[in-house]
Structure formats: structure tokens, C-alpha cells
């Protein structure tokens, strides 16, 4: 099986060179190019597109890498691109495979989870460094309890109206007010909606509400 030729689009050069070297010596590419600039990178694409692909988040924007890798793999069906990121949040890491990628890395993984993931992608598999599979692990359960939480206990239609009038910065005194209820029975909603959604004041009741759409 012939070996596959690998491009790196990253700096500063001294990184890269040094990257260069070490996977030289690894015998796992036929080639390692390295472009510094995304014209260049274009070029390369256009001439002779390699098998694997690594794309440094030092180099584009969040938003410019997610265009960037549909326009790549919409014209290159086949290439295997690996993105070294910045920390990114789990729906961004997400979004990325969504767009095509077939292994992320973090800023923090060390030279040989890069070998693993160019082991995993010559079997045809996605590959997710340790740190944002944590990530990604803590990020489900705290989902699934959050999920759990709304099956077993749902608001009422009164909490839900609370709720909307606590996210609009109303006290319990202009709920009152507003709903022609007592202050007692305000207040007692307001607990019931805090231990519902397992939060601890106003502030996480409308975190809570933002992250599910309750409010826009």
C-alpha cells in the first residue's frame, strides 16, 4: 500500500519544520509539505491534493475554518483533515466533524496522540484527543441530567410565567404585581423553580433558560 503524502498548513516555521522532521523519521507519509499561507494551501489543493491534511487553529478564525473545510472537502472528497485547536467548546468540536473533519486535537496533545490519530485515520476511523473526549464525556452527563430533569419534573405554565418575568430582571415584588398574586405565593414558585432546575439563584435560572431555548 502506498504511503500517503501530508500537508501542513500552520506556523511559525520553526514549529512546523521541527513537526516535519520528527514525522519524517516516523515513515508514516510519503511526503510532508508545509504551507504558511492559505494561498499557498490553495495551491497545493489544486495541484496535487494530499491524502491527510493538518490545519492549525493559529492560522483562520473559528467561522473562517468551518467554510474553509466545506469548500476543501466539497472539492476533495477523500482528504483526511486534522484540526489542532484552541480549547474549543464541545458543540464547536462538534460542528467541526459535522463539517468534514475526521480528527481534532487540541492545542495540549502531545506528539505521539498525534501519531495515534494518524494510526486511527489510516483504519478509516475518527480520532478525538483525550482532553476534549473529557470534555465531550462531562458535557453529555450534565446534558442527560438536564434532560432527566425535564421529564421528571417539568414546570407548570405558572413557573414557565414566572420564569419568563425572572429573565426579563423582574423582582419578586413586580411579579406580585403583575400577576395579582401574593408576594408568599411568588416567592414560593421562585423556590420551587430554583429546585426544578437545580440552580441556585436568578443568575443560573436564566443561564438555564438561554441554554434551552426558553427564552431567546
Known amino acids: 500500500m502506498m504511503k500517503p503524502r501530508l500537508t501542513i498548513f500552520d506556523e511559525p516555521v520553526l514549529y512546523t519544520e521541527g513537526l516535519s522532521k520528527l514525522l519524517t523519521q516516523s515513515k508514516i507519509f510519503n511526503t510532508i509539505d508545509v504551507c504558511n499561507s492559505y494561498?499557498?494551501?490553495?495551491?497545493?489543493?489544486?495541484?496535487e491534493p494530499p491524502e491527510f491534511l493538518m490545519i492549525s487553529s493559529?492560522?483562520?478564525?473559528?467561522?473562517?475554518?468551518?467554510?474553509?473545510?466545506?469548500s476543501i472537502t466539497s472539492e476533495n472528497k477523500n482528504i483526511k483533515i486534522i484540526i489542532i485547536g484552541n480549547s474549543y467548546d464541545i458543540i464547536d468540536i462538534r460542528k467541526l466533524f459535522n463539517k468534514g473533519i475526521k480528527s481534532y486535537l487540541d492545542k495540549n496533545s502531545r506528539y505521539d496522540e498525534f501519531i495515534k490519530s494518524i494510526h486511527a485515520l489510516l483504519l478509516n476511523e475518527i480520532y478525538i484527543c483525550d482532553h476534549a473526549k473529557e470534555k465531550?464525556?462531562?458535557?453529555?452527563?450534565?446534558?442527560?441530567?438536564?434532560?432527566n430533569l425535564r421529564i421528571k419534573d417539568p414546570l407548570t405554565r405558572r413557573e414557565m410565567e414566572i420564569?419568563?418575568?425572572?429573565?426579563?430582571?423582574?423582582s419578586s415584588k413586580d411579579i406580585c404585581e403583575k400577576l395579582f398574586i401574593s408576594i408568599n405565593t411568588v416567592?414560593?414558585?421562585?423556590?420551587r423553580i430554583l429546585l426544578k432546575?437545580?440552580?441556585?439563584?436568578?443568575?443560573?435560572?436564566v443561564k438555564y433558560a438561554l441554554e434551552n431555548h426558553i427564552i431567546d
Open 39 to 47: 494561498e499557498a494551501l490553495s495551491q497545493q489543493l489544486k495541484k
Open 136 to 147: 465531550m464525556i462531562n458535557f453529555m452527563s450534565s446534558e442527560q441530567a438536564q434532560k
Open 163 to 170: 420564569l419568563r418575568l425572572i429573565c426579563n430582571g423582574l
Open 187 to 191: 416567592e414560593t414558585h421562585r423556590k
Open 197 to 205: 432546575l437545580n440552580v441556585k439563584n436568578s443568575v443560573g435560572v
Open 58 to 70: 493559529n492560522m483562520l478564525m473559528l467561522t473562517e475554518l468551518y467554510t474553509s473545510i466545506e
